[in-house]
């Protein structure tokens, strides 16, 4: 080889960087400028390389940026540029990533979300440009257009694994909601019916469609849709056990259908024992029941073998539940009371008639006994009547042995 051509070979070689099996090469332009092009990865679909250039003034220039690229690209923290936007890789999260692998309410009711808040407000960023600004603008647009706290929460822990499984996949190298902060949601005040409000419910309840629906959650705990889920299956009247598995849900969209999950919020099984008096009104249910069943002869069906059905054995809507219930809580001077209240009134009951917090936490099938503790630091009046009178009596018996002295 002359001289010539070996110089000019050892000249290439010397513009050529090497990070394991990754090299780049510089050359100059036509404007005196120059360029480098770095192989940074291949395309999955063809298997071809994809080559990034960088471009400046001096050779040396370029050469320092080659290198920190090549560095990034072999270390793993380069991402390749693509034009996917958020609202593109939400549609491909649910599909490929949810679709399968949660249930069908569940799945419903990340589209819901998706569709009527994350994409009006971000679903047209592309997401490798997506910054925990713009999370933070939708949390707060959000609130000024008056969204509950919770259902913020809810958006945001959507965003929150999607943007995950998005970094897992290496399509962006941060999450982009540890960036923002959620709106904290102020715990919303809980109150269970008092104990003179109680035998007042129990009374106006009394001949109406869902009375042993309603009792069977005041004495149970029971959440609405477990109750109106329950099957006869569940029901053990020799054990005194209700084992609650399943619920009655509604699909989250316009004209949506109600479907009996196989799960219940917490995905367990919750075996309770609530006290005898719960099993009256079930007993009750049941002949109500077989007498609609006699009267609606080959009308009748009912398949999952509800406990609380209308008169030809279909379910019970939980619209109903809720007006019905609304009607009679106005009707005993708690027009603010929900439904909900009655699994708060039973574990507040639970709770004044000395149940340990574990026990309680069981009860409604909490996942932490801490959790249970905190929603239920309220005390009833029975508890604080109680508390009076002990410490009443511990006041008494020091008076007592000072005089004593």
């Known amino acids: 080889m002359s001289n010539a051509v070996k110089s000019e070979a050892d000249k290439k070689q010397s513009t050529k960087s090497r990070s394991g099996n990754n090299t780049g090469t510089i050359r100059k332009r036509s404007n005196n400028s120059y360029e480098a092009r770095v192989t940074v990865g291949r395309d999955p679909k063809t298997g071809k390389q994809i080559q990034k250039s960088i471009y400046g003034k001096s050779k040396k220039e370029v050469r320092q940026k080659m290198q920190q690229l090549i560095i990034d690209v072999d270390s793993g923290n380069y991402r390749i540029p693509n034009n996917m936007t958020v609202q593109d890789w939400m549609r491909e999260w649910l599909e490929v990533f949810c679709k399968n692998k949660v249930k069908q309410y569940t799945y419903t009711s990340y589209d819901t979300i998706i569709r009527v808040h994350i994409n009006p407000c971000i679903g047209e960023i592309k997401l490798t440009d997506l910054k925990g600004i713009a999370i933070q603008r939708t949390y707060n647009d959000l609130i000024e257009a008056g969204s509950a706290p919770k ?15 998005a970094v897992k996949q290496e399509l962006i190298s941060t999450n982009p909601c540890d960036n923002a902060e959620i709106p904290s949601a102020p715990r919303k005040e809980i109150k269970p019916l008092t104990d003179s409000e109680i035998p007042k419910f129990l ?49 989250k969209v316009k004209g949506g259908k109600y479907f009996i999950a196989q799960s219940t919020k917490s995905n367990k099984p919750r075996p309770v024992m609530p006290p005898p008096i719960a099993f009256d009104y079930l007993k009750s249910e049941r002949k109500r029941q077989l007498a609609n069943q006699l009267a609606a002869g080959e009308r009748w069906s009912n398949p ?7 008169s030809v054995g279909g379910h019970l809507a939980i619209s109903t539940f809720y007006k019905q219930f609304k009607k009679v809580a106005t009707s005993i001077g708690r027009p603010d009371a929900r439904p909900h209240d009655l699994r708060h009134t039973a574990a507040t009951i639970a709770v004044a008639s000395g149940s340990d917090i574990k026990s309680v936490q069981s009860f409604l099938g909490h996942a932490t006994a801490s959790f249970t503790l905190n929603v239920y630091t309220h005390t009833s009046e029975k508890m604080m009547a109680d508390t009076a ?3 009443q009596g511990y006041y008494e018996s020091l008076k007592n042995a000072s005089k004593s002295k």
């Open 151 to 165: 259902t913020i929460k809810n958006i945001a822990a959507v965003m929150h694994k999607a943007f995950k499984m």
């Open 203 to 251: 009374a106006a309840i009394q001949g109406r469609l869902m009375e042993n629906a309603f009792a069977l959650c005041l004495f149970a705990g029971l959440r609405e849709g477990e109750c109106l889920g329950l099957s006869w299956d569940q029901v053990d009247f020799d054990k005194g056990i209700i084992t609650v598995n399943q619920q009655l849900q509604r699909e």
């Open 304 to 310: 999952d073998n509800l406990v609380f059905t209308n």
């Open 389 to 391: 009178s002990r410490v």
